[in-house]
């Protein structure tokens, strides 16, 4: 994991929110970077981007961002929110399945549950997107993109960040792994 830049002047407790998230060891195949923040959406933020890849094949994306306002908008319901996006690849027959919204969801709350990530005021969307096209030589294709946002119960994001991972790798085709089983690293990098 990038080390996370210069968090001087910052709410304290942002400061051991952000610093939760470095202790985090994510799977092998989950290649994660500090990004620019939004500035317009918080007082403070931080944001990460990962991207899922196996043998070169890059199978899933996203982008986590963590705002942290210490007025605590209401419809936060705390002072610190975490905003995911996620996007993989699908195959074209999955897009037209009318429960993958609702599976891609499960996959959120499911890998939250899981790491004993406690939150509230969970929100967002899942987006199927199918594309074919006509009078080329193109194969059809399919995206799955879950949208959502929650707010931490505590300033431990380590659980939120494991859970956001297992969710990357879901979407990519990975099979999931128990929180409690320990991954080895890949010694082919």
């Known amino acids: 994991m990038t080390v996370f830049g210069d968090t001087d002047g910052t709410p304290p407790e942002f400061r051991r929110a952000i610093a939760s998230l470095r202790s985090v060891t994510l799977r092998p195949e989950v290649q994660l970077d500090e990004a620019p923040a939004p500035r317009q959406l918080a007082p403070y933020s931080m944001a990460l981007t990962a991207d899922v890849v196996v043998a070169d094949e890059d199978l899933a994306t996203g982008r986590l961002v963590v705002l942290h306002d210490p007025d605590g908008p209401d419809a ?52 199927r997107l199918a594309e074919e096209s006509f009078g080329l030589d193109r194969e059809p294709t399919a995206k799955v993109e879950i949208r959502a946002s929650w707010t931490p119960h505590d300033e431990d994001l380590g659980p939120h960040l494991s859970a956001w991972s297992d969710v990357l790798c879901q979407a990519g085709g990975l099979p999931p792994v128990p929180p409690d089983v320990a991954i080895l690293p890949n010694r082919s990098r």
């Open 76 to 127: 936060w319901a705390g002072t610190i929110r975490m905003v995911s996006l996620v996007q993989a690849d699908i195959e074209p027959e999955a897009a037209a399945d009318p429960l993958l919204p609702a599976v891609g969801w499960s996959w959120l709350i499911d890998a939250l549950d899981a790491r004993n990530a406690t939150y509230g005021a969970a929100s967002g969307t899942v987006t």
